[in-house]
C-alpha cells in the first residue's frame, strides 16, 4: 500500500472529512497538522504546486489534492488503485 500524508489544520471540517474517508477505508496515513507551523504550511504548499487549502493529501508521489478531490476519486472507483500502488 502507497504511504498517504496528510496537511491538516485544527477546526478543518474539510480535514475531518478527508481523515474520516481513510478511516473508513482502513488506510493509515501519516499527519502533519500545520495550525501552528508555519514552516510546515511552506512545505505543504511546495509540495502541493501552489495549493495552500487544508487538508492536502498525497498517496505516494501522487498529490490528490483536498477533501473534495480525495472523495471525488473514491466516487470514481479510483482510490483504491491509487492506494494499492
Do not use: W
Not at 474539510?14 to 473508513?24: N, P, Q
Not at 504546486?49 to 498525497?58: A, K, L, M
Not at 473514491?74 to 483504491?80: I, N, V
Amino acid at each position: 500500500m502507497a504511504e498517504v500524508v496528510i496537511y491538516t489544520r485544527q477546526l478543518c471540517g474539510f480535514c475531518t472529512a478527508a481523515k474520516r474517508l481513510l478511516d473508513k477505508k482502513g488506510v493509515a496515513y501519516t499527519e502533519h497538522d500545520a495550525t501552528f507551523d508555519p514552516g510546515l504550511r511552506k512545505e505543504m504548499v511546495q509540495k502541493a504546486n501552489g495549493h495552500s487549502t487544508f487538508p492536502q493529501v498525497f498517496v505516494g508521489k501522487t498529490h490528490v489534492g483536498g477533501c473534495d478531490d480525495l472523495h471525488d476519486l473514491e466516487r470514481a472507483g479510483k482510490l483504491d488503485a491509487l492506494l494499492a500502488s
